[in-house]
């Protein structure tokens, strides 16, 4: 079919200024706090922290971004301007190629910093390196970096955009005469995606909190539709450039609590299956995707424990070529289910009080 794959992941994180969080047999609470916070504006004094790291206190002086208000601004509302910065320089420093970075829709700073595609096991490389560069260079600055998926109630969450295309030498092969410039095999890879997407899900959104970001109301995309404008579908054929080079799709449910490495390799193989079966992914959603009329489009699963299930149910199209092993998806399964499902399903929630 092609000889390369290329993949551009866009992963969302937050920057925060303290993380305390507790649970046990007798309590149990989180609190995160952030001097960009839209909860501070009340505050007397805002956490600063200088460059040694040491924590000290300073005049409360405003310009919080309000909640889903955080795309995106700049200085002196975004603080965080300088600390992505030297996140860049450091990535830069190992051969990482950086096309931008800029603070995200969410209050309390989350913030993107967009790799240039690579080839799938090179990017999940830079991936991994990317998340330690993320996370050490915000310890340096006395902060703390998190890439969990939904760690502020009623606000945005952390996704990570994955755009993808297939590539036979010189020629793009997704580039094409069909709807938003796709080739017929780039639909049918785009097809494979949405009928595998409840089972690509444990592997792309793999922790219980990916499910508090797929909720309607907060550009989460849940619906298993695609389209070149309409950002709540799961997939969306990007149209900033003409050129057939730039013809890619964008998968937009994975989160950044990912790993890579299975994440890539998981929808590589989804689109492949779609491509080998010819799968039509059916008509696009140039349309509201919240209208009523239209609520009989599938969605993403609403939980993990769901999308284990769908992925019991449907992994032939993994296994084949030997790409994944049935040990390791049923033992995915298991571990997931028993350390984490299970887990949160017994833990004691303040909706019983």
């Keep these: 079919m092609g000889e390369t794959?290329?993949?551009?992941?866009?992963?969302?994180?937050?920057?925060?200024?303290?993380?305390?969080?507790?649970?046990?047999?007798?309590?149990?609470?989180?609190?995160?706090?952030?001097?960009?916070?839209q909860w501070?504006?009340?505050?007397?004094?805002?956490?600063?922290?200088?460059?040694?790291?040491?924590?000290?206190?300073g005049k409360n002086?405003?310009?919080?971004?309000?909640?889903?208000?955080?795309?995106?601004?700049?200085?002196?509302?975004?603080?965080?301007?300088?600390?992505?910065?030297?996140?860049?320089?450091?990535?830069?420093?190992?051969?990482?190629?950086?096309?931008?970075?800029?603070?995200?829709v969410a209050t309390a700073g989350q913030a993107e910093i967009d790799m240039r595609f690579l080839p799938l096991v090179k990017m999940g490389d830079a991936l991994m390196w990317y998340k330690h560069i993320v996370k050490n260079v915000a310890r340096r600055y006395g902060k703390t970096a998190t890439f969990m998926?939904?760690?502020?109630?009623?606000d945005n969450g952390s996704g990570m955009h994955t755009h993808?295309?297939?590539?036979?030498?010189?020629?793009?092969?997704f580039a094409g005469d069909k709807y938003g410039g796709i080739s017929e095999l780039g639909m049918h890879y785009i097809g494979g995606i949405l009928k595998h997407a409840p089972a690509l899900a444990a592997f792309t959104c793999p922790t219980t909190n990916s499910y508090h970001r797929l909720v309607p109301g907060f550009e989460a995309p849940i619906n298993l539709a695609y389209s070149s404008r309409n950002r709540s579908a799961a997939v969306r054929i990007p149209m900033y450039s003409p050129s057939p080079k730039a013809k890619r799709?964008?998968?937009?449910?994975?989160?950044?609590?990912?790993n890579g490495y299975i994440a890539f390799s998981a929808m590589l193989m989804a689109g492949l299956d779609g491509i080998e079966r010819g799968l039509d992914p059916g008509a696009p959603a140039d349309y509201d995707l919240f209208e009523e009329t239209h609520a009989d489009i599938a969605q993403v699963p609403?939980?993990?424990?769901?999308?284990?299930?769908?992925?019991?149910?449907?992994?032939?199209?993994?296994?084949?070529?030997?790409?994944?092993?049935?040990?390791?998806?049923?033992?995915?399964?298991?571990w997931k289910r028993e350390n984490e499902v299970d887990v949160v399903r017994i833990g004691v929630s303040r909706k019983f009080w």
């Excluded at 505050?43 to 790291?53: A, C, K, L």
């Excluded at 998926?149 to 009623?154: E, S």
């Excluded at 799709?249 to 990912?258: H, K, N």
């Excluded at 424990?305 to 296994?319: K, P, Q």
């Design 302 to 334: 609403g939980s993990l424990a769901e999308t284990l299930d769908a992925l019991e149910a449907d992994h032939a199209f993994l296994t084949k070529g030997g790409v994944f092993s049935e040990e390791l998806v049923h033992t995915w399964i298991s």
């Design 249 to 258: 799709i964008e998968v937009r449910f994975p989160d950044p609590a990912c």
């Design 5 to 37: 794959s290329y993949f551009g992941p866009e992963p969302e994180f937050f920057i925060f200024d303290e993380v305390r969080y507790e649970q046990n047999q007798h309590t149990g609470f989180y609190l995160i706090d952030s001097a960009e916070g």
């Design 61 to 104: 002086l405003g310009y919080k971004p309000r909640y889903k208000e955080g795309y995106f601004p700049v200085q002196p509302t975004d603080t965080q301007q300088d600390i992505r910065a030297e996140m860049v320089r450091e990535m830069e420093k190992i051969g990482i190629r950086v096309e931008k970075h800029h603070h995200e």
């Design 40 to 57: 501070n504006t009340a505050r007397e004094t805002d956490p600063v922290n200088d460059r040694s790291g040491a924590l000290v206190h």
């Design 149 to 154: 998926p939904k760690p502020i109630f009623g």
């Design 164 to 173: 993808q295309s297939i590539w036979k030498g010189e020629k793009p092969l």
